[in-house]
């Protein structure tokens, strides 16, 4: 086996299965907390963990948050102070989507807790009503209907 087999996954490897994908969100240092707060507020987040930086002095205001685990329905995201550049990428772009049967109440909730709308609400195509929002930390999140299960047909 080469080390280009390896990259591309054909290794004859042990199955990996993974249990969840937790997107983490990086937030200008010391701005973690304030984002959990933002997240509880707009979208209805429960904290579930939080872990502190151990070394910050109690003499300084906020300590920083290494990573506060934030349940969003059966899903989970992980807010971050960034306190260095090792974490900041170059990507094409990255958005979260929020499934809830209301999707007006929760923009003008995400609105009133200090997200920024963009634009207006759409319907999409076969996937009911969109919302798209910036939140008060740059990341974009898009709110949407549940999309609906397509069911096959028997002749």
């Keep these: 086996m080469t080390q280009e087999d390896v990259q591309n996954g054909s290794a004859a490897a ?7 994908v937790k997107p983490q969100l990086f937030v200008e240092a010391p701005k973690a907390n304030d984002a ?16 502190v930086h ?16 934030l349940k969003l329905g059966s899903s989970s995201i992980l ?17 979260m989507c929020l499934e809830t049967e209301d ?8 609105v009133s807790a200090g997200a920024v709308s963009e634009g207006e609400l ?7 009503l969109i919302g798209k929002l910036k939140d008060p930390y740059g990341f ?14 028997e002749a």
């Design 140 to 153: 974009v999140w898009t709110v949407c209907s549940p999309t609906k299960k397509s069911v096959d047909v």
């Design 14 to 20: 042990k199955t990996v299965t993974f249990s969840a």
């Design 36 to 51: 959990v707060l933002f997240y509880k507020a707009a979208f209805g987040a429960e904290e579930v963990s939080r872990a």
């Design 103 to 110: 999707v007006k109440a929760a923009v003008a909730k995400a």
């Design 79 to 95: 807010v971050s102070d960034l306190v260095d550049d090792s974490v900041k990428t170059v990507g094409s772009g990255f958005a």
């Design 122 to 128: 759409e319907e999409g195509e076969g996937e009911g």
């Design 54 to 69: 151990p070394k910050r002095k109690a003499e300084q205001e906020i300590p920083l948050v290494l990573v506060a685990e």
